[in-house]
């Protein structure tokens, strides 16, 4: 065993690889804490912590973050209509900054120097963890196994790390593992890996861990109404049972299980890594897939044009890649997200919303917001507008339409043929 | 009768609007043409010609412009995702280029000096006819009766309309209107107006036309792969026939055949028009609904991911809002267009997709491009990938976020409390 | 003599147009109270007074905005780098909303349910005061007369103006009209319209008013050090006088007349109108001119590279244009505004400055943010920097673009020939 | 002596650095042969050849780039209006991807496995070389040795250079080392590093090496034509000689000469590189500096206005940061590229320039293009134009502008106090 190197924080999930990690650490003369972040997963914490410490770690830390990383991460994702590459809602992403931040505080806390995880090294999550540590404490020092030759070539296949655990007395009793990885938090559950490398593979049905097939969803289909408080889900109500949630946490919580039972939520996508690899990934975002179609329909009604079209091109667009790279705390990531504010300040509301086998389907929405104005809107009355006005408008904004046509005659692109000068 | 004041070329529907503003054309002293575009919409095209020539029209033209509505500009707006406001997929938008050209074509045919519509005041399709015909024929005159005051006085309520039709000897033993406008075409069927002026009114379960409702759509649902060839669709297999389509009519058909009866493709939206008035639509889009997700899957497997984002910022957002806008015919509209080809030709191979009462799964997908290199993407094993070099590609990418953090804390926003530095 | 219709705020500038607007009006039957707002321009207010009651006004405002235009337009613009088709400061449409504000605020302290003003009917200015009024008050009715038929075809040359001008009294014995337009103010004057119009024609040497030509400027030259707080400049220190200023206004008079002195700030542009017209201006802009290339300096030194991209992709972008096009009292304009800020909290420092002859030289700059760090740039040290690091970079943003290679070379672009790929 | 590894194509400069590269990678056991682009920089190529074969190379070759660096980079960047941070013209960036294609090139033609440069590990060239090698050739194995521990560490100082050199017999009596490094092609020189890196020190006049200071710059400017077709220079009329120019390289050179001595083209910037770090750079871009002044210009007169934004915010900026990270061999870099020459079709016509101490004064501009319709335009006629068409546009733009302010009035925002909604 070697000297006394000092003392690390390692993110830890009670798995073969992290308590590998937590031994093969000790081995190399660090003294261990093992942390686990409770953001909403399916966890024995109890199992987890007894094993860290027969692992040889020196403390266990447990921090329940589930109600930030609602209220700080997955809202104002939701304000924002956060999606990666228009179909991932960014759940792993999510995450990563509430752990990372606990992390630091435990790490602080601890007096420990150095943080260390078990992501491999193609991944986006090492990125998300190690860029998020540098933001908060830039002089920390990270310690990567899984990008250290040493350890990665000694640890190359399941068998070595199943040996080595045996050695150190690691209990291995495990379920046979399946075969793809998953991440799960409140959020979501991700699949990737394994035979989901295939992209024509079809996930299996028994991979679906959360999130129901839309064949076995049940016939009768369940009506919500949500309320947007500043573009936030700040109440729901339930159609079938005629309940009610204001909490954030029991808004969340509520939508998650209608979704699953209603089978919303899964996708299967091919994405771009942040390290410039694509991938293939299966998720599961029961409640985050409701809340955003949600909130983009009450944006209808309640945004105003041109502040939506900026919002999306700018603050959806690098909230979601900022997310997806691990940029939350980044000088980018905070200016990014003190826009999002006023950009909300009129999505105030509520939507109908029916959950049916699959479909997230919009009934209605209002609001007090005055942006839309029935009588003015109305094809059927006038309401106070004139008509010709629109002509003006038109005319308007054909003259650069006009002369550009004018000119593409005068060079013999047109005349009869000026279709040519579209290319048509 | 005024005297003779020249040709006029109509826009013409067989309804009550057009055949009255036929009428009043002949009225004012012109000689008119009725145009009518075969779009691929439901209509009785001969009783149209009959009406409008009884009417007193001095012409009749019927154009078949359904191939190049599909290859012209349904299948670029698959190429680019279009979409407007993360929701309508722009089926009335689209058809009205060419309608448009075709119009400008017949009235240089007829020898017209003008064209005409029945398009009201408020809405976008005045926008998209008129600037369409500026673009393509800057001198051409136009006539808008619908802004014209002293017909849209005369005109203020529908039993004006069936009055004066009575007296022109027009056929209006037509049923009874619906509570709400609709446009059909090929790609799709628009409802607005009416009862849907309320935004809150659930859309009538009988409104919607060529859709089934998911609970109706069939338990055993169809499987399809699609393929596409520089991002345009060029094969469909239908899983439960084994039949296969390669032409871009038929093909089109089909998927819209198999979206109607499996309930994909419906949408109920607030959206915000050109003139700034907000409207809502609800919008029944079966193939396009199902191209849009499939192109997308497929982008996902075969193009780079900056050309990827680079394309969305640009050429999606851009392209959507010309549509939409009326803006076809313009030079930016050229100048986007002709971004598409480059950014699709490695957009090749093929998806499965399920359809099944209302949703669109993918299933996977693959192609001959090798931007995914699975070996070099999986998760377990190297494939050649030296995990090293992520350490150097984090530690570079931490440069800028070390810095600004190393500042934070000089201005006393950092040390324990760095989380000050990002408001948090 | 019309029956009292009501009441009128106009802006008005003493000059001919306006005076007869303001009699014509009375004609009309309205009472008007005439507004000027001193935004900077040379101007004989007092004169102006006795002309406005002397032709019938019923009230005469002045009203100082001079330190409003500057802290809360100009000083906003420059933290956003704004800038109009990459050459125009956006000297008028700056001014444009404090006096729209200003005629909003006297008009219900005078109780006039109108305003008006003389601006023509193809300028950008007509529309950036109604949109500003509406935004401002959207039951306030607007009087444009150079877009009443009845009165621009009355008064459709200059002589008609004289004529009805001396049936009034008013006087007229003004200097010889200028072949050319201007508008003043402190930031700028414009030239534009008459012989401008030719836009080959060189603008005469005696056009421009305030700024020397470069072959008039003092061979000595200016040094100055312009200080920034939070993107605001805070400071200037005059190298020939050793003088210091802190006060806004007073910084931006000294940089003014220093800019003037040296040549600093003209520029001949043609533009694009909002209302789709090209339109060659001329612009002197002193101090806007020496603040903008000072400011983009700085922020060099302090800003982050990913935040300023996004900022210029958005704020001045868009903020350039909501200016331009009269958009400031918008939605949109208050979204962009707000995010601002956060955008320029480390932009603190200063910056080095020489004035010769028409160029604005930076000579060095400095600050106490961190972000620039001098030891870690070092090209002569390693710094703590780790070459290797590099590598990993490198390596991993090829990941892309080696498959991208590989899959050209697969269809047969590559080998010797992937040039071709490239279309080299 | 190491055994044989290979061949090593060597980007050889002549000087210390690469010298000691090219005998260190002998002694490593390669053969090298040395590569020398002629991009237009000073240089004694026969010199370098000489020393190159003595430091014992197994070959040489110089390949003359300049007519491809002009042709087929710096004019598309012309056309784009190609700038870095607002400052820095790319001068250093547009000659890499000639080099590393000359490179690959002739490394396939002289049988090497390894290209090799001098690049230092923090700066941005050995990014642009190493991706634009791996771009052109993805299996290409690359030595960049100052990125290399050992050779990093052993040659830490100029002195283990210098006496490495001497053991080696290389001949090192060179003129004393300049206090900053520079890099020169036909486009411009750079300035960094050294006593640059304080950025608060102001260049010494004696730094600057091809422009005159616009102190020296003589009293007589220069009148010159620039004529653009498709947004390319095609002909040059110099006023004070009466010459024409309309080889792409003869117009180049003949702007240079102008510029150098007009003192047209300085500038100092501290620049964001890829990597991270920030960095101090002063730049001499004589002939690009006017080019993109009289581009920029003449785009105002014949670019469409829509056009043109849209080129602003994804060509000339994506273009521009593709060039600075060394992405132009990659399938983003291709896509922009690919969609300049649509964007520049109407960009036909000449600029008169003034070249003054410094300056490049704009005098006028003409088109056969007809965007710009003086009559149209024109403030002093009608020329066409409906004044009452502007009031539609006025106040259809104004439906939102409205519809916000009536909602922040209901919200209690407005009234007199609507300010308050605007946050003024």
Redesign the interface.
């Known amino acids: 065993m070697a000297a006394g190197k000092g003392k690390v924080l390692l993110a830890y999930s009670g798995g073969l690889d992290t308590s590998t990690i937590l031994a093969w650490l000790i081995d190399e003369g660090y003294d261990v804490v093992a942390f686990m972040a409770d953001v909403g997963q399916e966890e024995d914490f109890e199992a987890a912590r007894t094993k860290a410490m027969k692992c040889g770690a020196v403390g266990f830390i447990l921090s329940d973050m589930r109600r930030e990383f609602i209220e700080?991460l997955i809202y104002p994702a939701v304000q924002a209509?956060a999606i990666y590459?228009?179909?991932y809602l960014l759940g792993t992403s999510l995450a990563r900054p509430v752990i990372a931040?606990g992390m630091i505080a435990a790490a602080?806390q601890e007096g420990c120097q150095y943080v260390s995880h078990g992501c491999?090294?193609?991944?986006n999550d090492?990125?998300r963890f190690?860029?998020g540590f540098?933001?908060?404490?830039?002089d920390i020092k990270i310690i990567?196994p899984?990008?250290?030759?040493e350890f990665?070539e000694r640890f190359a296949g399941r068998s070595a790390l199943l040996e080595y655990a045996a050695s150190k007395g690691i209990n291995v009793t495990q379920s046979k593992a399946k075969p793809w990885?998953t991440d799960e938090n409140l959020f979501h559950t991700s699949y990737?890996?394994?035979v989901l490398?295939?992209?024509?593979?079809?996930?299996p049905a028994d991979m679906w861990k959360l999130i129901k097939a839309?064949?076995d969803a049940p016939?009768a289909g369940e009506k919500l109404v949500i309320s947007f408080t500043k573009g936030i889900p700040t109440k729901v109500e339930v159609g079938s049972t005629g309940k009610t949630f204001t909490d954030a946490v029991d808004i969340f919580y509520t939508l998650n299980n209608l979704a699953r039972l209603h089978a919303v939520g899964?996708?299967?996508?091919?994405?771009?890594r942040f390290?410039?690899?694509?991938?293939?990934g299966c998720y599961e975002t029961p409640a985050g897939t409701i809340l955003r179609a949600a909130h983009?329909?009450l944006e209808?009604?309640t945004l105003?044009?041109?502040?939506?079209?900026?919002?999306?091109?700018?603050i959806t667009?690098?909230l979601s890649e900022q997310l997806y790279n691990g940029?939350f705390?980044?000088?980018?990531?905070?200016?990014?997200?003190?826009?999002i504010p006023?950009?909300q300040k009129?999505v105030n509301g509520e939507v109908?919303v029916k959950l049916?086998?699959?479909?997230v389907?919009?009934?209605?929405?209002?609001s007090?917001?005055?942006?839309?104005?029935?009588k003015?809107?109305?094809?059927?009355e006038?309401g106070g507008?004139?008509?010709?006005?629109?002509?003006?408008?038109?005319?308007?904004?054909?003259?650069?339409?006009?002369?550009?046509?004018?000119?593409q005659?005068?060079?013999g692109l047109g005349g009869?043929d000026?279709?040519a000068?579209?290319?048509?």
Chains 1, 2, 3, 4 share one sequence.
């Not at 491999?120 to 991944?123: D, E, F, L, R, Y």
């Not at 003015?376 to 059927?380: A, K, N, R, V």
């Open positions: 700080e209509n590459e228009d179909v931040r602080a491999t090294g193609k991944g090492q990125v190690e860029l540098y933001g908060l404490q830039p990567a899984w990008r250290i030759r990665y990885s990737e890996a394994g490398e295939d992209p024509n593979h079809t996930p839309p064949e016939e899964r996708v299967d996508i091919v994405e771009n390290i410039g690899v694509k991938s293939r983009i329909d209808g009604l105003d044009r041109e502040v939506r079209r900026i919002r999306d091109a700018f667009t690098k940029l705390f980044s000088p980018e990531g905070k200016f990014v997200r003190s826009c006023e950009s009129t109908k049916y086998k699959g479909n389907i919009i009934e209605g929405r209002k007090e917001e005055q942006l839309y104005d029935e003015f809107s109305s094809m059927d006038l507008f004139e008509p010709e006005m629109t002509t003006g408008f038109i005319e308007v904004n054909a003259i650069r339409i006009k002369r550009f046509g004018v000119g005659i005068a060079k009869s000026i279709k000068a579209y290319g048509l």
